[in-house]
């Protein structure tokens, strides 16, 4: 095997030999892909193609969704000694590799030896490209600078996007396939990998023959300000190839002649560009004529690049003159944070996380981060994939959250032991606020309720009819006449405007026994404005309802003593259940300076939805009634649990989770982070636990009308109950850091009572080298052995570093470590 290839995203690579290889670009399914792709332009056709990576195969690692598998990672390369060379713009492909003379006694070849290297040769996917894979010369350079040279020798130009060692190419049929030589399949250069692998893995894929081009606000290099020929330089921004940042801009799709939006794209990238570069208007129009998209343009119409960006600078000074200061777009802003690991503030002005609060931009990333990792447990748990639908994908932690408390509510009859006090009986209990601008798309929570709540509201209606009934008897009896009895239901939907009487009635009246233990039901309550729910809150039988709130967290227990003949004396615990929809005025309303520190704050799961920035949701013409059927069948077996949940293994998961925040509060000395933590397993305890026993179904039994058994977790249960804690903590501080900090700051009663608590768990992190030995974290950190060592196992935990090698010491082995990723705690 010499390389690999990539069914998909979701998927690691595998290796590729001879029969693999052909069965690939025989499938009728990807021919007729490419075949559609070439008659409609639809790159969605292309994307959906397994690819090959002809230059690398990959060491296993582990995906942010926990799988572990030969992922196509570059910092986990091995480099196989081929090289592909993408020549893109192509109208007659066939043509130009005919005039190459390859496979015909090398007649016409400019350089025999070159013939001889050549291994593969094909049309690509869209017709008009071809793609060489050729051995490596490490005489010559590492990847890109062999494409060059081989591009010389052929007559043509070299995609510089084609560098990295972790780039794909997309299979093509075996029609297209010009040229193969047998040795594709066996061919190892254990030379050129022993010379580049270590810099591939670092990151360095640009050339290796001339000096790369730095920028800092306005200063060029000396070797800027050379004139070279574009395409052998490598332009930097504060240290940060620019071209990696641009990759992440259009990673998700690069503009086209099907959207009509290149030269738009243009004018935008030159704006940010101009901010990142001081206004440098020839270095701008230098990368903007390296996009591919931008050479299109210049070749379809001989577009005018250098007046792109000349109308940018004059809108740029527009803003200028009304903002004073300049920022990248937000779309730029998040490619900077992607490919650097910081953000744009962090870099250029030095901020620093040093609140518990994380802000707007950031929870905005990380929005879109939480989806791609819900996406990735799609396959585990079908339903959340359903509660998703139609959702983008920075929307669905707050489908996550709705459709798990809706599905806890159902799941009334069901209990777990927490690792506090274990020999009490928990229940699962949800406190929802989906938080959002105005028509920012919380509407998908209805539908959630339509489906998962229809069982409750079904039973309901029983009850509902009776009461109207006896209502109605009641009014029709004379005076003397004697009253009929009120009868005793069951009615656990409650809408905002109920009186806290007929609540608290309701809540005691709808007790089960289960098992032979009386088990009092939740109640429910979905409100779609949380403005509506405070407002009656002001006044009249709403008055107090906010202590119910509080109490139903932890199922506490209250009580009433009215003297009316409708409030029944007697003591009772809450079992209340609640999701509200609103927006973040009515939440600073409801959660604020004053009322702080009656704990609501931790007890509630406060979920943002993001701006739509100006994009239109996806138009929605199919009727697809299958996923909204599923809910509906899982909503009624999941009203239909009861029973103890053998979820020992996540409530350990939480307790080792929670000790690991609890020590990074510590050293950060921040009681905010602390106050904000202490609740958060319980969140991700209950919100986990429906989807895992759906996960888990085939485990139960059947006792009567009602499911129940043990089950075993696994990791990924871990995983998706890790995820939502993470997402709680995140927009706990998101929301209620600066609030808990103050709380504290007033409480103390500091000379400084805007006193903030510095990440130092984060400081220490980023100054520790790439690579590093215990013995490193002691010194830099001026920490004894056992701490140094403590604190590695910690960073270990959270996937913040791995192990990367041993070494031998005064006769003891010892391990070094590697970041992996960027410390957020």
Request: aromatic share 10%; glycine share 6%; charged share 30%.
């Amino acid at each position: 095997m010499s390389f690999c290839y990539q069914k998909n995203f979701s998927n690691p690579t595998l290796p590729v030999d001879e029969a693999q290889f052909y069965a690939l670009v025989r499938a009728g399914k990807w021919n007729e892909n490419i075949d559609k792709f070439r008659e409609t332009g639809d790159a969605s056709l292309k994307r959906k193609l397994p690819a090959f990576i002809f230059q690398a195969t990959f060491d296993a690692t582990t995906s942010k969704a926990g799988k572990t598998g030969a992922w196509r990672k570059q910092a986990a390369t091995l480099l196989t000694g081929l090289v592909v060379m993408d020549i893109d713009h192509v109208e007659d492909p066939k043509g130009v590799f005919d005039k190459w003379g390859l496979g015909t006694d090398e007649h016409g070849f400019i350089n025999k030896d070159a013939a001889r290297r050549i291994l593969l040769v094909y049309i690509t996917p869209s017709g008009k490209g071809l793609k060489v894979v050729f051995k490596a010369d490490a005489a010559v350079g590492n990847l890109i600078d062999n494409q060059h040279r081989m591009a010389e020798i052929l007559g043509v130009e070299v995609d510089e996007s084609c560098k990295d060692a972790s780039r794909m190419s997309f299979i093509c049929k075996e029609s297209d396939i010009l040229y193969i030589d047998k040795e594709l399949f066996t061919y190892e250069n254990k030379e050129f990998a022993e010379k580049y692998n270590a810099e591939y893995r670092a990151g360095h894929s640009g050339v290796t023959q001339t000096v790369a081009v730095a920028h800092q606000d306005g200063q060029l290099c000396a070797d800027q300000s050379r004139e070279v020929d574009d395409h052998e330089v490598e332009i930097k921004w504060r240290d940060y190839d620019i071209q990696c940042i641009i990759d992440k801009r259009y990673s998700a799709k690069l503009p086209c002649a099907a959207d009509s939006n290149r030269h738009n794209e243009s004018l935008k990238l030159a704006s940010d560009l101009l901010v990142l570069f001081d206004g440098d208007r020839k270095l701008v129009q230098r990368i903007l004529e390296r996009q591919s998209w931008v050479q299109e343009i210049i070749e379809e119409r001989d577009e005018n690049v250098a007046q792109t960006v000349a109308s940018a600078a004059e809108r740029m000074a527009d803003r200028e003159k009304k903002y004073l200061t300049q920022c990248p777009s937000k779309a730029m802003q998040e490619a900077i944070c992607q490919a650097c690991g910081q953000t744009w503030k962090q870099i250029t002005q030095g901020e620093t996380t040093d609140t518990a609060t994380i802000g707007e931009e950031e929870i905005e990333q990380w929005l879109w981060d939480w989806g791609e990792k819900i996406e990735a447990l799609f396959p585990y748990y079908p339903a959340l994939q359903d509660a998703c639908k139609g959702l983008k994908r920075n929307q669905y932690p707050a489908a996550l959250i709705v459709s798990g408390a809706l599905m806890m509510t159902l799941m009334t009859r069901c209990t777990y032991r927490f690792y506090h006090r274990p020999s009490k009986l928990r229940r699962l209990n949800a406190s929802a606020l989906i938080i959002g601008d105005p028509a920012s798309g919380k509407s998908f929570a209805t539908r959630l309720y339509e489906f998962l709540a229809a069982p409750i509201v079904a039973a309901d209606k029983a009850g509902k009819d009776t009461i109207n009934r006896y209502r109605e008897e009641m009014k029709t009896k004379g005076a003397n006449k004697e009253k009929p009895k009120k009868p005793k239901v069951v009615v656990r939907v409650h809408p905002s405007r109920t009186s806290n009487a007929q609540f608290i009635q309701d809540m005691v009246n709808a007790v089960e026994n289960v098992d032979g233990t009386d088990m009092q039901l939740h109640m429910l309550t979905f409100d779609t404005e949380l403005d509506n729910t405070l407002s009656v809150q002001k006044g009249g039988s709403w008055i107090d309802k906010q202590n119910l709130e509080l109490k139903a967290f932890h199922n506490e227990e209250d009580g009433q003593a009215y003297s009316n003949m409708d409030s029944i004396m007697q003591d009772f615990n809450v079992t209340w259940n609640y999701v509200y929809t609103g927006t973040p005025i009515a939440l600073k309303k409801k959660v604020n300076e004053q009322n702080f520190g009656s704990g609501l704050a931790t007890r509630l799961t406060c979920i943002p939805l993001p701006s739509t920035h100006f994009e239109m949701m996806d138009l929605d013409e199919e009727v697809d009634e299958d996923s909204d059927n599923r809910l509906l069948e899982w909503a009624k077996k999941l009203d239909k649990t009861k029973g103890e949940l053998s979820i020992k293994r996540i409530v350990r998961t939480m307790y080792d989770w929670t000790a690991r925040r609890m020590a990074d509060a510590k050293d950060n000395e921040s009681k905010a982070d602390e106050m904000l933590l202490k609740r958060c397993a319980y969140h991700g305890i209950n919100y986990s636990a429906p989807f895992i026993v759906m996960r888990h179904w085939g485990d139960l039994h059947q006792e009567g009308d009602y499911w129940c058994g043990e089950f075993e977790t696994d990791e990924i249960d871990d995983q998706l109950a890790e995820l939502i804690v993470n997402i709680q903590f995140a927009c706990q501080r998101h929301y209620f850091g600066s609030l808990a900090e103050k709380y504290f700051d007033d409480k103390l009663r500091d000379a400084s009572t805007n006193r903030r608590h510095h990440q130092r768990t984060i400081e220490d992190f980023n100054r520790l080298p790439e690579e590093f030995s215990i013995d490193d974290v002691a010194n830099s950190l001026h920490l004894c052995i056992s701490s140094a060592r403590t604190r590695v196992k910690r960073l270990l935990k959270d996937g913040a570093v791995v192990k990367c090698g041993e070494y031998v010491e005064n006769g003891a082995c010892k391990h070094r470590y590697k970041k992996k990723a960027v410390l957020v705690f």
